[in-house]
């Protein structure tokens, strides 16, 4: 979900958006949230390590809840006929 202001600098979204999808790839997960905090115009990443994100409708409203139960589904589907992938971690040994 955004809580963007009607008053925002376009540069600043696309930084975050830069950014959610630096540390999502960085962290290896398929599902995240991110949240940032703006502060003279510098995005800060303030929460980000939610592999079981919070996704009740009553937290992130109707929309986005039908977005994700839509996309997740869509993702468990696609992912079920895949042939199975790599190992992108491993325990210490």
Not at 19 to 33: P, R
Not at 46 to 65: C, K, L, R, T
Request: include cysteine; aromatic fraction near 12%.
């Amino acid at each position: 979900y955004f809580d963007i202001p009607e008053t925002h600098d376009d540069a600043i979204l696309e930084n975050v958006r830069t950014g959610v999808k630096a540390i999502c790839k960085a962290l290896g997960y398929d599902l995240n949230t991110v949240e940032f905090a703006v502060r003279d115009g510098i995005p800060y990443a303030i929460d980000f390590m939610n592999p079981a994100p919070d996704a009740d409708f009553h937290s992130v409203g109707q929309e986005n809840f039908d977005w994700i139960v839509r996309n997740v589904a869509a993702f468990c589907v696609k992912k079920a006929k895949q042939s199975r992938r790599k190992r992108q971690w491993a325990p210490n040994v």
